[in-house]
Every structure is written in structure tokens, then in C-alpha cells.
T-cell receptor, first 115, second 107 residues
Framework: GAVVSQHPSWVICKSGTSVKIECRSL??????MFWYRQFPKQSLMLMAT?????????EQGVEKDKFLINHASLTLSTLTVTSAHPEDSSFYIC???????????FGPGTRLTVL | AQRVTQPEKLLSVFKGAPVELKCNYS??????LFWYVQYSRQRLQLLLR??SRESIKGFTADLNKGETSFHLKKPFAQEEDSAMYYC?????????FGKGTRLSVIA
């Protein structure tokens, strides 16, 4: 299957700083990328959907100004957590697909810890 | 609204016993249903999708529109089946996941 990578795999930052997480599709063109958040022992909650070259569509309750998503190319999307706070600590997972009828492939996730 | 319900957080079975992981959904249109699996320290991966009607690793799932269910079944559980299983639905929006069921197969 296709491969989606994320970088970094884990990050620890101080409260008030910003953190950028990268998501790359390694062997296919990701027309659409998705960002999910997963709290311990809970399900994946969709945060936003981004189509290459367009603004991301955020789910209800997700702050656009706090979670900045950029999908500037067909192989790269970034999620920037701005002014991070301890409650933003979570596991962030990206997913990508090349067209609406195909499988979504998932990245390994990034664990963010905000001190 | 789309919703996926997995009523069991944890399911423990003995090796060789049958397994059934329950999934019910709510969607007004014709959904596409999936089962994803996450083994320990690994990424989420697709196990099967209802339109494929195939058996993967001995698992099968049949979409029952009357009962709005998509239960995952395997006749004989193996230790390597121990993992987190998520049922997911795709309607007119991106994938929506259930809360997941942790399957523990006891030797």
C-alpha cells in the first residue's frame, strides 16, 4: 500500500510556543489530506480536511487560528499548533488519499506534549 | 448526521474461539463501511471495506442495512489478532470512526 509519513514522531514544547507537524505522501499524490486528533484510549476525531491548493475545512469546534493547516503541494501538508497549551497535548494523525474513491492511508502519528 | 457506534470497549476471547466485534451506524444515505486495525505501536491500517466483500486475515464483515450494522467476525481467533479495531463510515464527508474495541486474544 501507499505510505504516509509524519515528522516529527514526537515533540515536547513549552506552553506558548508553536509546533509544526509535517505529513508527506511518499509514493502517491495526495489530493486530499486529513488531520485527526486522538486522546489516550479514545477514537480518532477529525480536525480538518485539506485539498491541495485550497483552504482547509475545519470541523465544528476546531479553532482555525490555533491549528493552522497548509497543503501547498500534492505530497505535503503541515499542521501548526500555535501558542500551544497543555490541553493541546495529544496524538495527531494525518491521513491522505489520491481520489475520493480510494483508500485513505494513515501516517504513524505525532505525539505532542506541551509542558 | 453520521455516527458509528462500537458498544464494546474491550473484548477478551480465548485463542481458537469465535470473535465478533460489533459496529452499528447511523446515516441517511448509502454509506461505505470500513474496519481499520491498529496493532501495538503501529499505524492505523485498513482491514477491510464492505464493497470489497473479501476476507482478510480470516476476518469478514457483512453490511446489514436493515439493522444498520457492520459486525466484524472471525471463526477462530489467533493471538496475533490482539489489537485495537475501529469501525468507520464514509458518507458524504470524510471517514468517521467509532470509539474502537480492543480485542485481546488469550492463549
Amino acid at each position: 500500500g501507499a505510505v504516509v509519513s509524519q515528522h516529527p514522531s514526537w515533540v515536547i514544547c513549552k506552553s506558548g510556543t508553536s509546533v509544526k507537524i509535517e505529513c508527506r505522501s511518499l509514493d502517491f499524490q495526495a489530493t486530499t489530506m486529513f488531520w485527526y486528533r486522538q486522546f489516550p484510549k479514545q477514537s480518532l476525531m477529525l480536525m480538518a480536511t485539506s485539498n491541495e491548493g485550497s483552504k482547509a475545512t475545519y470541523e465544528q469546534g476546531v479553532e482555525k487560528d490555533k491549528f493552522l493547516i497548509n497543503h501547498a503541494s500534492l505530497t505535503l501538508s503541515t499542521l501548526t499548533v500555535t501558542s500551544a497549551h497543555p490541553e493541546d497535548s495529544s496524538f495527531y494523525i494525518c491521513s491522505a488519499r489520491d481520489n475520493p474513491y480510494n483508500e485513505q492511508f494513515f501516517g504513524p502519528g505525532t505525539r505532542l506534549t506541551v509542558l | 448526521a453520521q455516527r458509528v457506534t462500537q458498544p464494546e470497549k474491550l473484548l477478551s476471547v480465548f485463542k481458537g474461539a469465535p470473535v465478533e466485534l460489533k459496529c452499528n451506524y447511523s446515516y441517511s444515505g448509502s454509506p461505505e463501511l470500513f474496519w481499520y486495525v491498529q496493532y501495538s505501536r503501529q499505524r492505523l491500517q485498513l482491514l477491510l471495506r464492505h464493497i470489497s466483500r473479501e476476507s482478510i486475515k480470516g476476518f469478514t464483515a457483512d453490511l446489514n442495512k436493515g439493522e444498520t450494522s457492520f459486525h466484524l467476525k472471525k471463526p477462530f481467533a489467533q493471538e496475533e489478532d490482539s489489537a485495537m479495531y475501529y469501525c468507520a463510515l464514509r458518507g458524504n464527508t470524510p471517514l468517521v470512526f467509532g470509539k474502537g474495541t480492543r480485542l485481546s486474544v488469550i492463549a
